[in-house]
């Protein structure tokens, strides 16, 4: 009865907090490290940053993590029959080491999965830091936000191995990919091309920046337990599709129909989780419509050289994080990812793999030095990376996604200065 009274008085608490999101970072950080506070520097660096972005996004995120907490006090959603498990049952996923956070009193399954996903508030603010850019601000705003309210979205997912949080991770991950790729895609005509702008045979029933603004306010005004089914709701496209989209559209801006096909149909290949209807879709319908509306296309040599450059730079970063993905290594040689010295070179390796890929592009970054390194971005790296893959996998995507963004920038101005109707 006491332990009850206790956990109500945690998350009543939690419910009255001036600032839940420093609360529930605080709450990483002692649980990840021991130590009180998290780093406060960049943290009024995120507020400040979420406070330009969105009005409303300081507010969202706390509430993303108030309501994890309220998910743990109920253990999941028994209605839907979806159960956030307790530590008791210790069999579960690759860390194996169900440990309760002390804040919010949360079961979590995988801690250094969890608490990694904060990376990607980095990339969040190394966009507010950026001072020119050539998308529309309501683009760039839409793209930091994703990234804002996908770093509590994975983190749900891993804390607690629910469908809800599941959710959160796969359609925000879709998201992101889908806001970038529309809004590169704003300088392509016909407009009207479902195909082209939305990814599909048929228009859909909302553009990205609108699902964004939709799941901001979703997480402020919804229950949590309606989570869930409103993301999954979303017409978003799968993540591999649109990023075949978006790949396939920056190749075919710099080599002939044969190589892009064979290339496309090669990477493709590569996931054995994508779908007959993607690759008939991204080959058979997209690119052949793309050509179209790019038949007139002429990029001059400098400008070729510098997409070629930003694009390996972009896929470099995203294929080294992809080794780090678990469902990516399913295969029979798979065993040698989860070993100590594999992980221990990862680590080493990823802030190699990060210079030469920046040798090739023009990216210029506000922070440099450690977020290229993959150091400082989370509560417990210093343990987590050199052991467990995932972890990698989320620090090397929110640096390789931060490319993306730039990526997509440098799209967007070419589209619109080379490409005549």
Not at 52 to 67: F, K, N, Y
Request: proline fraction near 5%; aromatic fraction near 12%; charge should be negative.
């Amino acid at each position: 009865m006491f332990k009850a009274l206790g956990l109500i008085a945690s998350v009543l608490a939690v419910s009255v907090s001036a600032d839940p999101l420093k609360d529930a970072l605080d709450g990483v950080q002692v649980y990840m490290t021991g130590e009180l506070t998290f780093d406060q520097v960049f943290y009024d660096e995120l507020v400040a940053c979420m406070d330009v972005i969105d009005p409303r996004l300081h507010e969202s995120t706390g509430a993303q993590w108030d309501g994890m907490i309220k998910y743990s006090s109920t253990q999941g959603d028994p209605i839907r029959n979806d159960t956030w498990v307790q530590c008791e049952n210790n069999a579960r996923w690759f860390e194996k080491n169900c440990t309760v956070q002390e804040y919010g009193q949360m079961p979590i399954w995988e801690p250094g999965n969890y608490a990694s996903n904060l990376a990607y508030y980095h990339t969040t603010t190394e966009i507010c830091s950026r001072q020119q850019w050539n998308l529309p601000e309501d683009d760039v705003k839409a793209m930091a936000i994703t990234f804002a309210i996908l770093a509590q979205g994975s983190a749900f997912w891993h804390g607690s191995e629910t469908v809800n949080g599941g959710a959160a991770d796969v359609i925000i991950n879709d998201l992101f990919a889908y806001v970038a790729y529309q809004a590169v895609m704003r300088k392509v005509v016909p407009l009207e091309s479902s195909i082209i702008h939305d990814l599909s045979l048929t228009p859909r029933a909302s553009n990205g920046n609108q699902i964004t603004s939709d799941f901001v306010d979703m997480y402020i005004n919804d229950p949590v337990e309606e989570w869930g089914t409103k993301l999954e709701a979303a017409d978003i496209p799968n993540l591999r599709l649109t990023m075949c989209g978006y790949f396939g559209t920056a190749l075919s801006l710099l080599y002939e129909e044969d190589l892009v096909d064979s290339v496309v149909k090669f990477l493709l290949d590569q996931f054995p989780d994508i779908t007959p209807d993607i690759k008939e879709f991204c080959i058979g319908e997209f690119l052949p419509e793309l050509r179209l509306a790019t038949v007139n296309f002429d990029l001059p040599q400098d400008e070729f050289l510098r997409l070629e450059g930003n694009t390996y730079s972009t896929l470099i970063k995203l294929f080294y994080a992809f080794l780090w993905q678990e469902e990516a290594l399913s295969g029979a040689d798979s065993d040698i990812w989860f070993q100590p010295i594999t992980n221990q070179i990862g680590t080493f390796v990823l802030p190699l793999v990060n210079n030469l890929a920046n040798a090739l592009n023009n990216f210029t970054y506000s922070d440099a030095v450690d977020m290229q390194a993959g150091l400082n971005l989370y509560p417990g790296e210093l343990w987590c990376n050199p052991v467990i893959p995932h972890p990698k996998w989320h620090v090397e995507t929110s640096i390789a996604l931060l490319d993306f963004t730039f990526h997509a920038d440098e799209m967007f101005r070419i589209l619109g200065q080379y490409n005549s109707a």
